[in-house]
C-alpha cells in the first residue's frame, strides 16, 4: 500500500498551501481529479521527489519513501508528451531502463520482451521522432515495464491521443498495473479515463483531496 | 571583419543568455524551492566553476596589467583620444542604423519571396558570421578602389575615374554594413519565420495590405530585437579592426582599437595605448550594461511554416529589388576575391615556402584554439545547465562575456604586457597566447550556441533524466552529444574561422617567423604585393567557406554515427 498522511507543501510565500492524503493500493488504478491548477502536478512532483514536502509522511508498504532522491524512488513516469529522447531509437529509449551492470546480449533480449508485450516489435529500430503519439506511449510503458517499479505515475497520459488509440493505451495501462502489481496513480480531468481505469478515486480542490 | 576579426556574431549573437525560467516554464528552475527537478551533477558545477574562476583570473590579469602600465611615466602622447573616441562612435553609430535598416529591408523580402535557391541565399547571409573582414574589405577594394572594377569600366566607358570611394569613411561604412546588415538580416529573418501561422491567417483574412501587415504582424515580431542587436552591431563595428585598418586611409578615420595597433607597433607609444584601450573597454562595458537590458537576442533554426500569402505585386517588386541590391552588395566583393585570386595565380604565392608556413601556422592556431574553445564551452555551458540555482548559473555565464567589453586587440594588448612584465620573450609566448586569446574571442559566440539548447533539453527531460537515474556520462553520450553534434560541429567551425580570419590578435604578436594567413596578407598589401594579397585572401575564403559548410555537417553525422 502507498500511502501519504498530511504530506504539506507550499510554494515560497504563496497563500495556497497543499495538505495531502491518500492511499493506494497494489495491482490497482488510484485516480485523482481536480480543476486545472488545482495542484494535481504537484502532487505527484512530491511522490516523485521533485518537490520536498514541509512535513508529512509518504510511504510504500511501511518504507518512508520521503527520504530518498527522485532516481532512487521506486517508480516511473509517464507524462502527456516528452517521455522519450526522440533522436534515440524506440529500443534506445527503453533500453535507458536497463539496470546497471547487464550484459549486451541479455539486456537487448529483455527490451525486446518488453516491446513484444507492448506490441511494438517491430518498430524497434525506428526513431522516437518517427513514432505516433500512441506508439511512443507503448514504447514508455515498455520501459517502464523494463524498469519493474512499484509506483507508476500518470499525469494525463491519454490527452494527446485520439480517441480510439486513448483506448487501446488505457486498456494496456490497466492490464499492466494488474498483471505487475503496481501502485498506479492516474491525474487526470477527463472522467472517461478515470470511470474506465480507477478502483479509487480523489477530488482535489483547494489543496486537499477528498475521497470522491 | 566590420566589428572586428570574422567575429559578426553568429547564428546565436552573444548576449548573455536569460536566466529566468520561472516556476512553471520548465521543469529545472524556479524561485525560493529545492531544484529536485535538475539531475544532480555535482563534478560538472564544479568544473565549470574552477573555469570561470580561471577565466575571470585571466581577464582581470589583462586588465590589471593594462592599468598597471597606465601608471608607468611616459613621455608626451600625440594621441588624441577625445577625436578618436568621436570618429569611433560616429562610424559606429552611422554602422549601427544603416546594417538595421538594411537588416530589415532584407529580411523582410527573404520572408516573403520563395524562389528555387532560397536557401543558399539565405545560407550565404549566414555566412557572414564568419568571412574575415579583411576579405571583405580587400573585395572591396577590388571593386570600388582606385584600380577596381568600377573605375576601369567607368574609365572605359566614360573616360573619368570616380576616385576612391572604398577609402575613408565610406569604405569603413560600407564594409561594415556588408557584414553586419547580413548579420542582422539573418536574425531577424528567424523572427519574422517564427511569427505564429494563427497570426498568419487572421491577418490574411482581415485582407491586411503589405504596409499593414508590416506595421501590425512584422514591426512588433522584429522590435524586441532591434535593442540587442543594434547593441551587438555597435559593439561591432565600435571594436573593428582590420577593415578601419585596411580601408581607412590615414589618421582622420582611425578608430580606438587601430590607434591602440599604431601606439604599440609603430609608435611604441605603450602608455598612450594603454589609456586608449582603458577607454575603449569603458565605453564597451556601458554599451553592454545596455544590450543586457534588452531581449536576449536568440535566433532560431529551421524554415518558416507560415502559410504562403503574398503582398501585393507593388510590394513584391520592391522585395524582389530589395533581394537584388542585398545579393549584389554582399556577393560581389567575395565574388571579385575569388576572380582576382584566380587572375592573380596562386602559383607565385604556392612556390614560397612563407606561404606555406603561414598556412600551417594558421591551420594549427584555428584548429587548437576551435579544440580549446570547445572544451571550455562544454565545460560551462554543462555546468550552467546543471545548476538551477540563479547566482550560480550567473556566475558561470559571465566569465565567457567577457571579450565583449576587452576587444581583440585591447585583450592582445594586456597580453602582451603580461609577457612582457613576465620577463618572457615575446616571440615564445606568442603561439600559446593566440591561442589562449583566440579562444576567449569565440568563447561567448560557443557559449551562446552550446547554452540554449543544453538548457532546453535539461528543462525538457530533467525530470525524466532523473527519474531514470541516469549517470552522468550517460546523460552526455546518450542524450546530450547526439543532440549537440550539429551545434558542436558550428562551434568548431565559427571558432576556427574566427581564428583563421583574426588580425586583430596576431598584429601585435607576430614576427617574421611567426605569422598566419592574414598577417602574410597585411604584409603583402603593404609592400605592394597585391597579387600575393589577392591569392592569399582568395584561399582565405575558401577556407572559411568549407569549414563554415563542412564543419557541422560532419559533426552532425559523427554525433549520429557513434551512438
Known sequence: MLRAEHLAFAYGKEAQTYDFSFEAEAGAVTAISGASGSGKSTLLDLIAGFLAPKSGTLALDGANLLPLPPETRPLSLLLQSDNLFDHLSAHENVALGLPKGVAKIEGRRRVEEVLQRVGLDGLAHQTAATLSGGQKQRVALARTLLRDRAILLLDEPFSALDDETRQVIRALVGELTRSEGWHTILVSHHEDDIAALATRRYRLAEGRLTPA | ?563
Open chain 2, 1 to 563: 571583419m566590420g566589428g572586428g576579426d570574422g567575429k559578426h556574431g553568429t547564428v546565436v549573437a552573444p548576449v548573455p543568455l536569460s536566466n529566468s525560467p520561472r516556476k512553471g516554464e520548465g521543469a529545472g528552475w524556479s524561485m525560493g524551492r529545492k531544484m529536485l527537478t535538475l539531475p544532480p551533477r555535482p563534478a560538472r558545477i564544479a568544473i565549470s566553476s574552477l573555469l570561470a574562476i580561471a577565466i575571470a583570473g585571466l581577464i582581470a590579469a589583462v586588465l590589471w596589467a593594462i592599468l598597471e602600465a597606465a601608471t608607468e611615466p611616459s613621455s608626451a602622447s600625440r594621441i588624441d583620444i577625445p577625436h578618436l573616441l568621436r570618429m569611433t562612435a560616429i562610424q559606429a553609430g552611422l554602422t549601427m542604423v544603416l546594417s538595421l535598416a538594411v537588416g530589415m529591408a532584407l529580411a523582410w523580402a527573404l520572408n516573403r519571396l520563395r524562389f528555387p535557391g532560397r536557401d543558399l541565399v539565405v545560407g550565404l547571409f549566414a555566412a557572414a558570421i564568419v568571412t574575415p573582414g579583411m576579405v571583405v574589405a580587400f573585395g572591396l577594394l577590388s571593386i570600388w578602389g582606385r584600380n577596381g572594377w568600377i573605375n576601369q569600366a567607368s574609365e572605359a566607358l566614360f573616360g573619368f575615374s570616380l576616385g576612391n570611394p572604398a577609402f575613408g569613411l565610406s569604405g569603413i561604412l560600407l564594409a561594415h554594413v556588408i557584414l553586419d546588415g547580413a548579420f542582422a538580416a539573418r536574425i531577424l529573418l528567424a523572427r519574422l519565420d517564427a511569427i505564429p501561422a494563427t497570426r498568419l491567417k487572421v491577418g490574411q483574412s482581415l485582407a491586411l495590405s503589405a504596409t499593414q501587415r508590416f506595421a501590425l504582424i512584422d514591426w512588433p515580431a522584429m522590435r524586441s530585437s532591434l535593442p540587442g542587436l543594434g547593441a551587438i552591431i555597435f559593439l561591432l563595428a565600435f571594436t573593428s579592426f582590420p577593415i578601419v585598418l585596411l580601408l581607412g586611409g590615414g589618421p582622420a578615420n582611425q578608430t580606438l582599437e587601430v590607434a591602440i595597433y599604431s601606439a604599440v607597433r609603430l609608435d611604441f607609444d605603450l602608455a598612450g595605448a594603454v589609456r586608449l584601450a582603458l577607454t575603449q573597454i569603458a565605453v564597451c562595458a556601458v554599451v553592454i550594461l545596455l544590450a543586457s537590458a534588452s531581449t536576449p537576442v536568440v535566433s532560431v533554426h529551421g524554415r518558416s511554416v507560415a502559410p504562403r500569402w503574398r503582398d501585393a505585386l507593388p510590394a513584391q517588386a520592391l522585395q524582389w529589388l530589395v533581394l537584388l541590391l542585398a545579393t549584389v552588395g554582399f556577393a560581389l566583393p567575395l565574388l571579385s576575391v575569388l576572380i582576382d585570386g584566380i587572375v592573380s595565380g596562386f602559383g607565385r604565392v604556392l612556390a614560397q615556402p612563407t606561404f606555406w608556413w603561414s598556412l600551417a601556422t594558421s591551420v594549427v592556431i584555428g584548429s587548437a584554439s576551435a579544440v580549446l574553445t570547445l572544451l571550455l564551452a562544454l565545460a560551462l555551458t554543462l555546468g550552467r545547465a546543471a545548476s538551477g540555482e540563479r547566482p550560480v548559473r550567473i556566475l558561470l555565464g559571465t566569465p565567457s562575456f567577457a571579450y565583449l567589453a576587452v576587444p581583440a586587440v585591447v585583450l592582445s594588448l594586456g597580453f602582451f604586457l603580461i609577457v612582457r612584465n613576465l620577463g618572457v620573450a615575446t616571440a615564445q609566448a606568442a603561439p600559446v597566447v593566440v591561442i589562449i586569446a583566440n579562444s576567449l574571442l569565440a568563447l561567448p559566440f560557443a557559449v551562446a550556441t552550446l547554452g540554449p539548447p543544453l538548457d532546453a533539453m535539461v528543462r525538457a527531460r530533467g525530470k525524466l533524466i532523473r527519474s531514470l537515474g541516469l549517470s552522468g556520462w550517460q546523460q552526455f553520450w546518450k542524450v546530450e552529444y547526439p543532440l549537440l553534434g550539429k551545434d558542436i560541429g558550428l562551434m568548431l567551425a565559427l571558432a576556427f574561422c574566427f581564428s583563421l580570419g583574426d588580425l586583430g590578435v596576431i598584429a601585435l604578436f607576430g614576427t617574421q617567423d611567426f605569422q598566419t594567413l592574414p598577417l602574410m596578407m597585411f604584409r603583402a598589401l603593404g609592400a605592394y604585393r597585391s597579387n600575393d594579397a589577392a591569392a592569399i585572401a582568395a584561399i582565405l575564403l575558401i577556407g572559411t567557406i568549407l569549414a563554415f559548410v563542412g564543419l557541422p555537417r560532419l559533426f552532425e553525422r559523427i554525433a549520429h554515427a557513434s551512438r
